[in-house]
């Protein structure tokens, strides 16, 4: 599967984007979809991920619980990452990747296809 990243920006601290991946290639409906970011110097971090044609039930990291939101449009194949109550530790560049369901995992090393990154910047 092909995924295209799109949607990130500077925002101030307590606003809101919405990230977008479309998919494109060999699509199954037990595909996981997920979010994931990075900081210079760090390691990839999970954000969120979901079974996306199937409507699963999504799973968030704690650091974005209840200020984000997975959610995907099966007509367009396309996932997004609604982000609100931005924070400057927010900022990062934001992945979106896949994996053939249907075990979701946290480790960024066992999904398989992985877009362009875009930057999503959070000024105080």
């Known amino acids: 599967v092909q995924l295209q990243a799109s949607g990130g920006g500077l925002v101030q601290a307590g606003g809101s984007l919405r990230l977008s991946c479309a998919a494109s290639g060999r699509i199954f409906n037990d595909d996981l979809m997920a979010w994931f970011r990075q900081t210079p110097g760090k390691e990839r971090e999970f954000v969120a991920a979901?079974?996306?044609?199937?409507?699963?039930?999504?799973s968030y990291a704690d650091s974005v619980k209840g200020r984000f939101a997975i959610s995907a449009d099966v007509t367009s194949n396309t996932v997004y990452l609604h982000m609100s109550d931005l924070k400057p530790e927010d900022t990062a560049v934001y992945y979106c990747?896949?994996?053939?369901?249907?075990?979701?995992?946290?480790?960024?090393?066992?999904?398989?296809?992985w877009g362009r990154g875009t930057q999503v910047t959070v000024s105080s």
């Open positions: 979901f079974m996306a044609w199937r409507a699963g039930a999504p």
């Open positions: 990747a896949a994996k053939i369901g249907p075990y979701l995992t946290r480790d960024g090393s066992n999904w398989s296809s």
